[in-house]
């Protein structure tokens, strides 16, 4: 991968395996599986975050339930065609992965830092609490006139700070990826509960560049 491209999407994760792995996919040859990752919180709650691994890490490493292990990689999305689960599917891409001997033993679980552009208004609300949110959808470039689109939550500064953000805005944003699960109403008395994953955003700020943003982004529906 180019280090240009591989340097706007980083990702550090350390939880427990919650499921075995799966069949994903397949490209040019190459299969892939995907499975469920419990990643803690400040508090007693985990974000239960899906990760996709190539074949090829399969003899050298143990991936199986109950394992405690250490990803680096990026965060990805791809379409979803399929009309089972949620349009835009994201996940870790694995890029390296160990097996630790305790999750406990780190202070900082979940990681991430996106350097992409704004690619949708933000949108900026307050909760009935007064608290202030505005989500952000950030498409971030990698090789092959690819681009990753990720949903970004900003709260409070950061989020009046996004408020005033236009789109091929360039920006960096240091956070940790959550799951959050919701409620989507099928009908009048009928509710599925759904995931949804996002960057909560911790620390974000605009990057200074003489490039176009047209020239740069290539956005893809």
């Keep these: 991968m180019n280090n240009l491209y591989s340097e706007n999407n980083k990702v550090t994760v350390v939880g427990t395996v919650e499921s075995e792995p799966e069949f994903s996919h397949e490209v040019y040859g190459e299969t892939f599986f995907s499975f469920i990752l419990s990643v803690p919180r400040l508090s007693s709650a985990a974000d239960k975050i899906v990760v996709t691994i190539s074949e090829r890490y399969g003899p050298g490493v143990s991936i199986k339930t109950g394992d405690a292990v250490l990803i680096n990689g990026q965060f990805r999305s ?5 009309n089972i689960g949620n349009k835009l599917i994201l996940t870790v891409f694995v890029k390296e992965i160990e097996n630790v001997r305790s999750v406990a033993d780190y202070q900082n679980p979940n990681s991430i830092f996106l350097n992409g552009y704004i690619c949708k208004p933000p949108v900026y609300r307050t909760t009935p609490f007064g608290r ?3 989500d952000i959808l950030l498409a971030v470039n990698r090789s092959y006139n690819k681009s990753d689109y990720i949903p970004c939550i900003a709260w409070g500064r950061n989020a009046k700070f996004a408020e005033t953000l236009e789109i091929g805005t360039k920006v960096k944003i240091n956070g940790r990826i959550q799951s959050r699960e ?3 109403k099928i009908n009048e008395d009928e509710f599925l509960t759904k995931v949804a994953y996002e960057v ?3 620390k974000m700020e605009i990057e200074n560049e003489e490039k176009n943003y047209e020239d740069t982004f290539n956005f893809r529906e």
Excluded at 78 to 82: M, V
Aim: charged fraction near 15%; proline fraction near 0%; avoid cysteine.
């Design 182 to 184: 919701y409620q989507k």
């Design 78 to 82: 791809y379409n979803n065609f399929t």
């Design 200 to 202: 909560s955003v911790s």
């Design 132 to 134: 202030e949110i505005a």
